[in-house]
């Protein structure tokens, strides 16, 4: 009987991770490499690329980081004020708060992959929207940001920091 189970759960862990170590394809590997590389160089690289990996867990064809990340970095550090306040350790601070709260959205709104079809459509959804899940992403977002005198989250780091956001800088 013993060993009849044990041939049962090597079974199972074979077919487990056959499915879970399935091959991707070239251009999809070389893309997740090369974000990885990139963003390697920076702290502030590695946190726009967590940034959109909580909004790819929810997204159909998610954004490459490394295509995407210099654009959202400097239209963040450009809605950072004031701006000789601006700098990259700031920067880090909203793309991690951004991160967390984007992550508690999915949780609520318990998306897959294929609840939005890009990464634009999950920002619309979250500004726009109307449910429990949209609207308190939407108060994290002022907490966050300082926007409409909120105050950011204490655990954020960002209350040390004497800045707010001009504006939602992903909008």
Request: hydrophobic share 35%; net charge negative.
């Amino acid at each position: 009987m013993s060993k009849i189970v044990v041939v049962f759960f090597l079974f199972i862990g074979i077919v487990f991770m056959d499915f879970a170590c399935t091959k991707k394809s070239k251009e999809e590997s070389n893309s997740e490499l090369l974000s990885t590389l990139l963003s390697q160089g920076s702290p502030i690289q590695s946190a726009c690329q967590r940034f959109i990996l909580t909004e790819s867990n929810c997204v159909a064809v998610a954004d490459v980081s490394a295509n995407v990340c210099p654009g959202l970095i400097s239209r963040l550090k450009a809605q950072i004020l004031p701006q000789e306040l601006s700098t990259d350790a700031v920067a880090v601070l909203y793309f991690d708060c951004f991160s967390k709260i984007n992550l508690t959205y999915n949780l609520t709104k318990a998306c897959n992959q294929n609840s939005f079809a890009s990464n634009s459509e999950y920002r619309r959804v979250q500004r726009t929207g109307t449910s429990s899940a949209e609207t308190s992403w939407q108060e994290a977002l002022n907490q966050c940001g300082s926007l409409e005198n909120s105050v950011p989250p204490v655990d954020s780091g960002l209350q040390d920091t004497d800045t707010i956001l001009g504006s939602d800088p992903f909008q």
